[in-house]
T-cell receptor
Framework: EDKVVQSPLSLVVHEGDTVTLNCSYE??????LLWYKQEKKAPTFLFML????IEKKSGRLSSILDKKELFSILNITATQTGDSAVYLC????????????????FGKGTKLSVKP | KAGVTQTPRYLIKTRGQQVTLSCSPI?????VSWYQQTPGQGLQFLFE???????NKGNFPGRFSGRQFSNSRSEMNVSTLELGDSALYLC????????????FGQGTRLTVV
């Protein structure tokens, strides 16, 4: 069965710290890797990565993919209390039929707590 | 462009009852996936629909069923509710056809008492 593993599962930091969240995967027919942020309810889309070595950046958040080593990292610099959330990594593997996993395979998430 | 709409937002049911949840995807999106989320379990995949066809189904008992209509709206049904079915149920819509960006609805919080 394909899998996505995130580490650490939880992390507590102080405002201003820089954090790195990890996501490794073993997925057949990899197409892309996605990061989501989940605060209270719905996960919100952050990034989609398809090519190795190309950094995606949005404000203090950035992410990069290594398709050779099968992992991605999400960096958050100068953390703020509003960054406290669960960060989900998912790998998209299209054209699956009749299986018990969908096309989007999620890791269990990293719970980030940012203390003032 | 309207986002993914799930109804109802909150639901309280008693054991043994059945429930139907609804998901309206983003206009133009033909793929809808359903997930169950409980504390400590992450997102558990339930079903995936594309153009009214169920493409994949997660490892859930037969009490969990779903369908998709011609307008891409989807429903999921849980019969004979158990206490363990209490969870946040999320649906995600995407264009399908190899396009991966998926957007989530706000979820339905189901409590079984």
């Amino acid at each position: 069965e394909d899998k996505v593993v995130q580490s650490p599962l939880s992390l507590v930091v102080h405002e201003g710290d820089t954090v790195t969240l990890n996501c490794s995967y073993e997925v057949t027919n990899f197409r892309s890797l996605l990061w989501y942020k989940q605060e209270k309810k719905a996960p919100t889309f952050l990034f989609m990565l398809t090519s190795s070595g190309i950094e995606k950046k949005s404000g203090r958040l950035s992410s990069i993919l290594d398709k050779k080593e099968l992992f991605s990292i999400l960096n958050i610099t100068a953390t703020q209390t509003g960054d406290s959330a669960v960060y989900l990594c998912a790998v998209y593997s299209p054209w699956r039929y009749g299986g018990s996993q969908g096309n989007l395979i999620f890791g269990k998430g990293t719970k980030l707590s940012v203390k003032p | 462009k309207a986002g993914v709409t799930q109804t109802p937002r909150y639901l309280i049911k008693t054991r043994g009852q059945q429930v139907t949840l609804s998901c309206s995807p983003i206009s133009g999106h033909r793929s809808v996936s359903w997930y169950q989320q409980t504390p400590g379990q992450g997102l558990q995949f339930l079903f995936e629909y594309f153009s009214e066809t169920q493409r994949n189904k997660g490892n859930f008992p037969g009490r969990f069923s779903g369908r998709q209509f011609s307008n891409s709206r989807s429903e999921m049904n849980v019969s004979t509710l158990e206490l363990g079915d209490s969870a946040l149920y999320l649906c995600a819509s995407s264009q399908g056809q190899g396009k991966s960006e998926a957007f989530f609805g706000q979820g339905t919080r189901l409590t079984v008492v």
